[in-house]
């Protein structure tokens, strides 16, 4: 399988580690990294260069992605976006892709344990609806590094959680006395991969749920997967199709 990585960063650079060490368990070359796209070598996207692969992976900048989705798009190569702070436009890309039979997949984070903890968050969100007295937050904390705040995972856990708890209509970046919004506490640490919480609190009892990611590694691994998931498939996914938790036909 023959990738191209758009963005060479931490997260290129563990993607094609993982790659390298999947080869060597195999002993045989399944994935060929074939070109890398970075800052100091955009020039180099195109059509004809992203011709020549089989997938690319996508990890740049809010002001980039869409268009690196749109090269892909072009070539007619299957692209998996892990870049956030774009998502405005995300459903007019998954239109585009549903209506021009492009391959589209993305995701805020790709790590499975931060999949099943979106999936748990849904679930718990259904449940907690019913029970008005407990408030619900969340606390992302991350990198110094990382540009955006809210990150893209605690965005998308507070999405999933405003969709289902009617209580709630509204997030803010900070914390929040009114009752219909739903507060996102975003903290910012030295060499922290990334931490999330999901907080319902009563005056009885609190339930939290929470993922905590110890390095890239995890993040990586669930790209390479989403790679090699999406080939031969058209239209948008995300990661709730690669992984299954998703049964309705697009």
């Known amino acids: 399988m023959k990738i191209a990585l758009i963005g060479y960063g931490k997260m290129g650079k563990a993607i094609e580690a993982i790659a390298l060490e999947k080869n060597k368990k195999a002993g045989k070359d399944i994935f060929e990294i074939v070109l890398k796209i970075d800052i100091d070598n955009r020039h180099l996207i195109s059509t004809e260069e992203l011709s020549q692969v089989d997938v690319a992976i996508e990890f740049t900048s809010p002001h980039t ?5 749109h090269w ?3 070539a007619d190569v299957p692209v998996v976006v892990g870049s956030t702070g774009w998502t405005k436009e995300l459903s007019n890309i998954q239109q585009y892709a549903a209506e021009n039979n492009k391959s589209f997949l993305f995701a805020p984070n790709y790590s499975i344990g931060v999949n099943i903890f979106f999936e748990i968050n ?3 969100a259904i449940i907690m609806n019913d029970y008005e007295d407990y408030n619900v937050d969340l606390l992302e904390i991350h990198h110094t590094e990382k540009i ?16 289902r708890v009617k209580r709630k ?10 009752q219909g919004t739903l507060s996102i506490i975003s903290e910012r640490n030295r060499d922290v991969p990334g931490t999330h919480v999901v907080r319902y609190t009563s005056p009885i009892d609190d339930i939290e749920i929470k993922h905590v990611a110890h390095n890239r590694t995890g993040f990586a691994a669930g790209a390479l997967l989403a790679a090699e998931w999406i080939i031969g498939k058209k239209g948008y996914y995300s990661m709730e199709d690669v992984l299954g938790f998703n049964q309705e036909e697009k």
């Open 65 to 69: 992605a869409i268009e690196n989705i």
């Open 148 to 163: 955006d705040a809210p990150s893209g995972t605690a965005l998308f856990a507070a999405l999933d959680i405003i969709n």
């Open 169 to 178: 209509d509204q997030w803010r970046n900070y914390k929040s006395d009114n």
């Open 122 to 124: 849904r679930q718990l």
């Open 72 to 74: 892909c798009f072009e």
